[in-house]
């Protein structure tokens, strides 16, 4: 799929309010309230986006201000806190089919 944008902190800004649009804030209400779920899933598609692992899109949101800012992140996750939920979304999404 071809981006229409080349820009990461526009597309960041765009997959977060698509996700918005889409997911609840949180998946369970005991959830540790750290990261939303539209904010994790906005930085894996930015991971995709960077052609980037999670090691170095977590390198990248350390060194981009203006990315965390679009993303609205006050602390960076660790790299297994994506990979940990990339698994579950695509657990959650292979139930709904």
Known sequence: MRSLT?????FAQTALAA???ELPAYSHPKSPHKFTQPQLVAMLAL???LRTDY??????LSDWTDLRRALELTCL???STLCYAHQRLLKKRALQN
């Open 55 to 60: 090691r170095g899109l977590i390198a990248y």
């Open 77 to 79: 996750p660790n790299f």
């Open 19 to 21: 996700a918005r649009a």
């Open 47 to 49: 991971k995709d986006f």
């Open 6 to 10: 080349k820009s990461p902190v526009a």
